[in-house]
């Protein structure tokens, strides 16, 4: 029997940093949209040369796991967006009913876990975040209506406190089209008398279940929410 082996070869600097920044990611310490360090800061808290930093992020752009923008930094990439966010982009360009109801069902999937997962592994400064967003809708609703970001910032945070980041990577991918779902939304909310009041509530019903790290009432209340979304977008596709 004639055993072949290869030379075992030590790792380039630059892979190894490949290796940590994909690390990161895969963890969730690097979320998608999250800015990375510069190159001087990296090579700074790594003990490396730069020009290491540098080649190791131009494999993980080629990768797909990090994008560089001209004059602005470089990012993490959203994971899933190529393969899913463009061909969604263009089917909702005319907000159809039907679209728009299918988008909710899969929120109702996604994000009633998320509160689920968020309600046990959150920490202070996700909750304490939830909490400074939910501050600012119950201001603006004191004026007849929220911001629809706002509202989307509020459900994204949950998300990012599940602390899991396929699921952070998943969401992000498709972030556009479910702000589209909450624009619309809110819109036929504001039409009716008392609405406003009860998504308010809605959305500190969650953030206290979370709070209280009740995983099952989170979730409870998160569907209840999405149910109340899912019924309007039915409304819209019989009319």
Do not use: C
């Amino acid at each position: 029997m004639t055993i072949v082996l290869k030379p075992i070869r030590p790792k380039k600097i630059s892979e190894e940093i490949v290796e940590q920044i994909k690390g990161l990611i895969s963890s969730g310490d690097l979320k998608p949209g999250d800015r990375v360090p510069s190159e001087r800061e990296l090579a700074s808290m790594l003990g490396v040369s730069r020009p290491s930093v540098r080649e190791a992020i131009m494999v993980l752009d080629a990768m797909g796991f990090l994008v560089a923008r001209q004059g602005g930094g470089t990012f993490v990439r959203t994971l899933t967006e190529t393969s899913i966010a463009d061909p969604l982009a263009k089917l909702m360009e005319k907000k159809d009913p039907a679209m728009l109801r299918s988008l909710v069902e899969v929120r109702m999937g996604l994000e009633s876990w998320s509160a689920y997962l968020a309600a046990q592994r959150a920490d202070e400064a996700e909750i304490a975040e939830m909490r400074r967003l939910y501050a600012v809708m119950e201001k603006q609703a004191a004026r007849g209506g929220w911001d629809s970001e706002i509202d989307a910032e509020f459900h994204y945070v949950i998300t990012a406190a599940s602390h899991n980041s396929l699921q952070m990577h998943i969401l992000d991918s498709i972030h556009s089209l479910f702000h589209t779902t909450i624009q619309v939304a809110l819109m036929e909310f504001y039409r009716q008398e008392g609405h406003i009041q009860r998504l308010l509530t809605h959305h500190r019903e969650i953030m206290e279940a979370i709070a209280a790290r009740e995983p099952e009432l989170a979730r409870q209340k998160m569907m209840e929410h999405l149910a109340m979304v899912e019924e309007k977008m039915s409304q819209l596709l019989s009319s």
